[in-house]
């Protein structure tokens, strides 16, 4: 059984940054791909960004440039670097990984106020 959990998240002004972490139970070599999603109240839980063992990152038009994914291969551990922040970023952030099967974790609350 894998587990992902969330932490970093909080409420911060519009124009701040926040730095979310995800910290897997296992070697996040073994995770891959590993992602980050969020989901708005009333709304579809959506794709923010992910990132592949081999370097590869893919990211929501709405977040590039402003959200960086990383991995900490050391610690286990995926980031989510979000600079630039909006009103309509706020959400519940999962973090969220393939191995044998898909993991979630529980996700974190990330408010922004405008």
Same mark, same amino acid.
């Given at each position: 059984?894998? $587990?992902?959990?969330? !932490?970093?998240? =909080?409420?911060?002004?519009?124009?701040? !940054? #926040?730095? #979310? !972490?995800?910290?897997?139970?296992?070697? @996040?070599?073994? @995770?891959? %791909?590993?992602?980050?999603?969020?989901?708005? %109240?009333?709304? $579809? &839980?959506?794709?923010?960004?992910?990132?592949?063992?081999?370097?590869?990152? +893919?990211?929501?038009?709405?977040?590039?440039? &402003?959200?960086? @994914?990383? &991995?900490?291969?050391?610690?286990?551990?995926?980031?989510?670097?979000? +600079?630039? #922040?909006?009103?309509?970023?706020?959400?519940?952030?999962?973090?969220? =990984?393939?191995?044998?099967?898909?993991?979630?974790?529980?996700?974190?609350?990330?408010?922004? !106020?405008?």
């Amino acid at each position: 059984q894998v $587990q992902l959990v969330e !932490s970093g998240g =909080g409420l911060v002004q519009a124009g701040g !940054s #926040l730095r #979310l !972490s995800c910290a897997a139970s296992v070697s @996040i070599v073994s @995770i891959n %791909p590993m992602a980050w999603y969020r989901q708005a %109240p009333g709304k $579809q &839980r959506e794709l923010v960004a992910a990132s592949d063992t081999g370097g590869n990152t +893919n990211y929501a038009r709405s977040v590039k440039g &402003r959200f960086t @994914i990383s &991995r900490d291969y050391a610690k286990n551990t995926v980031y989510l670097q979000m +600079n630039g #922040l909006k009103s309509e970023d706020t959400g519940v952030y999962y973090c969220h =990984g393939v191995l044998t099967a898909q993991y979630w974790g529980q996700g974190t609350q990330v408010t922004v !106020s405008s």
